[in-house]
Nanobody, 118 residues
């Protein structure tokens, strides 16, 4: 059973930074892809960034140059470093993981709220 637990959300002023963490169990080594999605009030959930098991990363255009996704296998953790935050970044951020054992399985964390406001 895959479990994802996010942390690191909170309130920050525009231009500030936050780092989100997602601890995965049993191990991120079993996941071929991990990522962060977000959902703002009244909007659809959207991809923010993704990292594959070989370290390849991809970002949505609206976070390129501001956010960085990384993974630490020793800690079974995926991070999302968010810099230069804007009010439009306000959303619930969800950790996502995908495994493959004959078919693709997708898992979600419970979400962590990020609020960017002055």
């Amino acid at each position: 059973q895959v479990q994802l637990v996010e942390s690191g959300g909170g309130s920050v002023q525009p231009g500030g930074s936050l780092r989100l963490s997602c601890i995965a169990s049993p191990s991120i080594d079993s996941m071929f892809s991990m990522g962060w999605y977000r959902q703002a009030p009244g909007k659809l959930r959207e991809l923010v960034a993704r990292v594959t098991s070989d370290g390849t990363t991809m970002y949505s255009d609206f976070v390129k140059g501001r956010f960085t996704i990384s993974r630490d296998g020793a800690k079974n953790t995926v991070y999302l470093q968010m810099n230069s935050l804007k009010p439009d970044d306000t959303a619930v951020y969800y950790c996502n993981a995908q495994t493959y054992t004959g078919s693709i399985m997708t898992y979600w964390g419970q979400g962590t709220l990020v609020t960017v406001s002055s």
